[in-house]
């Protein structure tokens, strides 16, 4: 055999042995023995939800969406004492893998005619001084404003934008782990400025009402023994 064929041959087993070296073998499951459907309550610190079906979703985004989700919860909650509303979005994933991942609202909004005024990442403070890192976007179409906070989870990790969402990817993938995720989002119409402390109030309430031993899946498990 020649030098070259040899060179060749040597290449294409270390591609292969790479290959499976970065192969995941193990799940990573945080919502276990549940739903996200029975994890966040549909009643709490003086909101109350009902369900919704008009909300902009991955399943509006295109029918292909909508099977990278195990689960999709939406909901509109109400706070009778204020007047306030805002709308709850939690698409879970089980597997996020190259095929098969979370969908952000940078992108399922454009989708369907919005148009992103404002996007940035924030670290919303929580009971206990935990902080959960989010993003804030402000979506407009014609004469509707929306005023979102959503929030990923990966795994353990809590990327804040698309770049580190595909590093988290990577990195459980380099470990052998094929992680489940859930997308969070969180909106009200309005002004801004009120609308973001509405929300902001409700995502507090909202995590601070759910059992800790379930709160991981919505987290991740070291901010979710933070939050008190």
Not at 41 to 51: A, D, I, L, M, N
Not at 91 to 108: F, I, K, V
Not at 207 to 212: D, F, G, N, Q, V
């Amino acid at each position: 055999m020649r030098r070259r064929d040899l060179v060749l041959a040597g290449m294409g087993l270390a591609a292969v042995g790479g290959a499976q070296v970065l192969r995941p073998r193990k799940r990573l499951v945080l919502l276990r023995d549940t739903t996200i459907e029975e994890t966040v309550p549909t009643k709490f610190g003086g909101w109350e939800s009902q369900s919704a079906s008009d909300l902009v979703g991955p399943e509006q985004a295109g029918r292909l969406a909508r099977t990278l989700y195990s689960e999709i919860v939406t909901r509109v909650y109400r706070e009778p004492a204020t007047g306030a509303g805002v709308m709850f979005l939690a698409a879970y994933g089980d597997t996020q893998s190259d095929l098969l991942q979370l969908h952000r609202p940078e992108s399922c909004y454009p989708a369907v005619g919005f148009t992103i005024a404002m996007a940035k990442s924030i670290d919303l403070g929580l009971p206990g001084g935990a902080e959960l890192p989010a993003r804030r976007i402000i979506a407009t179409l014609e004469d509707r404003t929306e005023s979102i906070v959503y929030w990923a989870r990966m795994g353990e990790t809590l990327p804040q934008t698309g770049e580190q969402q595909r590093t988290a990817r990577l990195e459980n993938a380099m470990k052998g782990f094929v992680p489940d995720g859930i997308l969070v989002r969180c909106s009200t119409v309005g002004d801004p400025a009120e609308a973001f402390k509405t929300v902001d109030r409700f995502v507090i309430a909202m995590l601070e009402a759910i059992p800790k031993n379930r709160r991981a899946a919505l987290v991740g498990t070291a901010l979710a023994g933070k939050i008190v």
